[in-house]
């Protein structure tokens, strides 16, 4: 990112091969390269960037300001429909607000509320009528918009949810009404302070003329909230400020109650179940559950987006903690005057560049999850697969990507001592805004868990053909193409049948196809555990059938990780190949092996327990690793300015050259002090017996002195 | 902590062990229980609490008012002279110093650099005329002081800071000068704004008569700073505040230079070291090394209070999410109507339940760290020796809980979702504020490296001793005595001189003394390895020993943390066997298990690749752990109960009772409306075909919809 800052490979020709950062930075940037470069002007635009020490409310106020510019002149309607101005790109919106984490998290939260869940959700669960209506207003922030799905008492378990929308046939109203306290909506943005209207999920209640009360379970349901004259709540409807957060104090999150709120039955959300005038519900789809998940499927793009941003976040933090690392000096190590620098330390260049390679798998994997999702909301590849293998690939990365960004903020905060605890440094009110992306849009556990019982469900129907006896050898020989291979990426992959050969082949570790195998291998024979595991519970009553469940939680998880890193290796490998200069292929495929024996490494005690590698063969692991890391060392800068932030992205004093020109000036001062020979001698130089021996009590030494003035003499 | 919380194991009569909770807090709080006790008090009393959401001015004058009343009322002053109002009684100041981080980190922080850095080092580096002079006024805050110590460019390296005190003979006096920019004094607490004076650390340069200038290295001076009564620097001084930080904003951290500022001769603080008036130097310690870390050794106060407080704060955090864990209800499991509380959850098990054993763990482990830091500095266990053991073992252990910390803070924020990002629920708070623990009073990573230097130290001493041939002997048979059992804790520990017994007696994990052995066994064979890599190190040139040891530095900081968790379980064990209750004593157990099953699970490949566990056995590992969860998993809630904290010092409304209230609430709702009858039925009640299905293709519910009204009615 600095042009003064050190690439050693740079300066020592010959076989060490160098990194064209251009070439990789375009690479990285992808197919939606053009928009990012677009967004990235928008976040370097200190119009948008987050100013640290502001009150919340100033901030609060900043970030709607900013999003009301963003909407005049931001490009951030791209998602909408071109009849309203956008460009009915999905793809390409997300590509975008990726981006604006960069500028202020806050920023790009808010602008995921009112965008990518208000506006969104009146798009995609709304019909023609409410696009024309609502949408406009919507879009353009006029009407700042509340997503009230999430309730105190029901967060992950939105099926839950307490607040009842019951149909009153005799005015052709809902009736929107919090039955007790659990049931307030609870950690909306907009809901504290700016949202004038919501869409609101409730319990949908209604009877046919002459039929009982039916719950048709949750709908959305468009509700107005504040006079936008008085900003005062509209009668019936109460709330409350959530007041101050970890982090993003930027958006207004707050509750919200309803106390028989009336809205006309057209403010139903009706896409996929509507209520005619005499109370009678209809619906294109028959199945409530797969009703109620094709209405949540539209939750993805904060998924995506929240993909994104973490990612984006992680290169940030790298870009600090590694130019940092390049500049900062301390210890001389093994010279007698130069102090080292910090990422010349063993140790500096385990915690930070595992972290690197990690975020470059991510941000493959990234434009992969980007691509799945472009393809089924734009229409072009939507299918009842494609969504659900979009949904799994989206729960695969939102938890690991949130979960590395967390890990990659505090390990570059570390990494850069006291300096990293400034705010100027940016480290910690990124890891402070960004801390809850591990919990929203998805609890990151909650959503593991879908993934594995989605990999399991899989195995389950190809299961159920074949006899027990046939178990293991299927194991061994077809689990990969019904276990894995219904996600998006992992299709094209070549299954791995023979479980032997990955063990003799672990001999080259750096082969691309040994890591791949020991990856896949991981992940098949953990799904045909855990199904084996779980079997019982296919045939026993509920509470034991979810016991069983429950005790084998952990591993569903772990099933989890395993994929989404095979996930994030697959991408990883696939990106290699769209770079064409030959230095630069070598340098990401040892940061690929970085990447992947690292995750061989975490759980090399199942490979051990499996018998999937020696201890001999294991030890290697380890002692590759170290060598990968060596060789990656001074390719370390081009690898984090191949990100292609700048400056104004970055923003954080010690990443800008500053900790550079200290130390020169340091270096300088002292070479000259040992050039002109004023320099005092060390006391080890004196001859022994020089020093005087005052009393080997150290308290005598109190007889030299008489009485310590209060204050400094100034000179 | 609430009484309300339900205690299964209390619930359940039988064979079921329960917790006598009581008995439990009075061994947690261990021989210092009354002063703890005291603290608590004063913790609680909401004159010394953090109010969230001041500015960072207002947070600064309150805590710097908080400290001068904690001098008039807290029992602040236990550590220094009874002649001087105090009790010479270092380990109970320290374990009372502690508990205020409960209060707020900053004011703990902020105390820990008036007394237990400013007021200390002018205690334990100056002699009789500095504390009949200095003292007082330090203790009162009526001189708020810096300490000088850290610069901009040396963190970790204390011995490379660049600030001179350059002795004039013909004045008497120090010439204290800053020579670059990156020797300006950095991070300092009450530099900012509130310092009058420092105690600074600078390189000492003086001439014997006729002598040539020799530094004498690092030594301490009491310099004054501001004029208390316009608090402008005085001539000479200029600084900067360091402005916001990632926590602890209640302290003014900032930065100090000097031009040529002179201070009178005896400003010196000369324990270790003197000037006499014609620039002669002598000290009691001859070798300048070991001087400069007699100096430093005052550090060690800091970090065993760390420690404690970094326990503190992890008891905190596990109160919170596990009361949260027993009341806060989500998806029902296997029960048609109740949902399950997360605790139940085998994957909320497996996040908090280990950090609750290695909580406990690193409560015994301080406690014996506390005892170690008061036999040295009340003179009782004073000698080289022990010193060196304190100083090691608080390396050991500051590192490892400050991380602990961390994780605790950072896992129980995200099991408490969305609460846990709220402020009132104080997790993000804490954890903000705990976040440079990892990086101050020495960075965690150099610490560890310290430990593994003196282990390999200790090794190296006896190893040189013996020939080559008998390498392999020696390190399972003697390794333990040397590398270990020089630190205070592990003298009493048997040596274990048989692997080949470790390994076949592993068939018992839950007992004790083969989880030691693995312990043991891990720690010897890693500094033996270690040192065998390293030895080429001592032969070599300095620049390639220095490179083999670099290559060798993670290696290190392994056994560094190994070591440590051993410290712990040690500790740990010998905890069990101060409490007499029964059933107490056997829950003990299993948490201990717990942890060093955790520990050992962590480490799994490391026993199998050397051959301790086998395949079969280290599954074992795993299957034992999970049990050892559902065992612990009634007595949660007893467990945090026990660390005695009450509702003054939690201070989280979601550990208030207030979810438990809601949930009775919801549920009532619903248990009265099925018994009403009124529930409406549930659509998947209704015979099939009752409901109307609109078209198949989702647009054409478009036709449903006229117009959205803008505004919602009202009922």
Known sequence: MTASTARPAHATPGHEPTVDVDALTAAMLGPYAELRRGARAVAGDPRFQRIEGLTVAEHRARVL??????????EVLRAFPTALGGRDDHGGSVSRFAELVVADPSLQIKAGVQWGLFASAIMHLGTEAHHENLLPDAMSVDVPGAFAMTETGHGSDVASIGTTATYDPATEEFVIHTPFRAAWKDYLGNAALHGTASVLFAQLITAAPGGPAVNHGVHAFYVPLRDPATGEFLPGIGGEDDGLKGGLNGIDNGRLHF????VPRTNLLNRYGDVAPDGTYSSPISSPGRRFFTMLGTLVQGRVSLDGAAVNACKLALIIAVTYGNERRQFTGGSDTDEMVLLDYGEHQRRLLPLLAETYASTFAHEELLKA?????????????????????????????TWLALRTLQTSREACGGAGFLTENRLTSLYADLDVFATFEGDNTVLLQLVAKRLLTDYGREFAKIDAGGVARYVAGQAA????????????????ADVGDARRSAGQLRDAETQHALLVDRVETMVAEVAQALRPATKAPRAQAADLFNEHQHDLIELARAHAELVQWEAFTAGIARVDDPGTQKVLTWLRD??????????????????????????????????????????????????GYGPEHVRATIASGAERARQDEARAYYRAQRASGDAPVSEKQVPSGKIARSSAR???ARSAVDEVPAEATPA
């Open 259 to 262: 106390d028989h709120v009336r």
């Open 481 to 496: 193409s019904a276990a894995l291979h219904r996600t998006p990426l992992l299709r094209a992959v070549q299954t791995v």
């Open 373 to 401: 999702f472009d393809g089924v909301f734009s229409g072009k590849n939507d299918t009842e697969e494609t969504r659900q293998d979009l949904e799994t690939l989206a729960a695969s990365l939102k938890p690991t990507s």
């Open 698 to 700: 150290p308290a005598a």
């Open 65 to 74: 300001e900013q999003l009301r510019t963003l909407a005049r002149e931001g």
């Open 594 to 643: 970085l990447f992947g024996l690292s995750v061989i490494e975490r759980n090399l005690a199942w490979y051990l327990i499996h018998g999937r590698l020696s201890a001999g063969r294991a030890r290697t692991v380890t002692s590759y690793l170290d060598r990968l890391l060596r060789r990656l060392r001074p390719h370390a800068q081009d690898l984090v300015d191949a990100f």
